[in-house]
């Protein structure tokens, strides 16, 4: 992250600098460094809410998980729940079928998480749906083993599937 944070830096590129700490957030958040993953996702949702977000809107739907996913390591579940209300639509109509399911694995945690047991596994579903043809198996392991309880709901549905995350995680 260093050296694109270097190269954004030697062809003044505002769009890639953000994108590069975009990154950095997100790696923050996977070591557990919540107030540096949190200190972005603060600068983050202000510039989009003062319309002054450097990233490109392709780049800007790709933070908006990572937002996601702050907000719920943060305890904040009905405003991830929000964010993640609020991306889906983008997501779907932009044919991005990873952040679709991953968005809908988030979804799922953060509904766990309010004791909405029909909205977890449904999210679940959907994102299992989306994510097996494709293989996807980050969507879930990034998620840690607090997925497993809910793998295990809905195991009977996707069951060669899901051995294959458990194995992953």
Not at 66 to 94: C, D, K, M
Not at 119 to 134: D, M, T
Request: charged share 15%.
């Amino acid at each position: 992250l260093g050296l694109a944070q270097a190269t954004a830096v030697q062809f003044q590129s505002a769009s890639m600098s953000a994108q590069v700490v975009m990154h950095q957030a997100r790696h923050e958040l996977a070591w557990g460094n919540l107030t540096a993953a949190g200190a972005w996702a603060d600068v983050y949702t202000r510039q989009r809410a003062e319309g002054v977000c450097p990233l490109t809107p392709l780049s800007a739907q790709t933070a908006d998980l990572p937002l996601a996913r702050i907000r719920l390591a943060q305890g904040e579940l009905v405003l991830a729940s929000n964010w993640l209300h609020e991306f889906l639509p983008q997501f779907e109509a932009a044919g991005r079928i990873r952040l679709v399911a991953e968005a809908n694995v988030v979804q799922a945690l953060a509904w766990s998480g309010q004791k909405q047991e029909a909205a977890v596994q449904k999210a679940l579903i959907r994102a299992l749906a989306l994510a097996q043809p494709e293989g996807y198996i980050r969507v879930f392991v990034e998620n840690g083993p607090i997925l497993i309880p809910l793998l295990n709901q809905v195991r009977h549905l996707f069951p060669d599937y899901i051995s294959q995350l458990l194995n992953a995680l």
